[in-house]
Nanobody, 120 residues
């Protein structure tokens, strides 16, 4: 079994910052890619940022220059530093990972999500 557990969400004023964390646990052999997605009210889930094993990253255009994704491979963790937050960043943020377990094929996993609300 694999668990992805997010933390760090909350309520913040426009222009503020938050740092999301996600830790993957279980019989993990290798993590290939980790990322953050979000789903705002009445919207479809969308990719926010992702990072692969080599360190390459990609970001949604709407967050470029404001958000930074990073990984700690030793901790099986991924982080999302969110600066200059805007009300339109309000959403449930989900951690996602492509990983391989011992004695299993690669698969994709989701966390349960953490709420980020940007409001004055």
């Amino acid at each position: 079994q694999v668990q992805l557990v997010e933390s760090g969400g909350g309520l913040v004023q426009p222009g503020g910052s938050l740092r999301l964390s996600c830790v993957a646990s279980g019989s993990i052999f290798r993590i290939h890619r980790m990322g953050w997605y979000r789903q705002g009210p009445g919207k479809q889930r969308e990719l926010v940022a992702a990072i692969i094993n080599g360190g390459d990253t990609n970001y949604a255009d709407s967050v470029k220059g404001r958000f930074t994704i990073s990984r700690d491979n030793a901790k099986n963790a991924v982080y999302l530093q969110m600066n200059t937050l805007k009300p339109e960043d309000t959403a449930v943020y989900y951690c996602n990972a492509d990983l391989t377990l011992f004695s299993a094929a690669p698969n994709n996993y989701w966390g349960r999500g953490t709420q980020v609300t940007v409001s004055s």
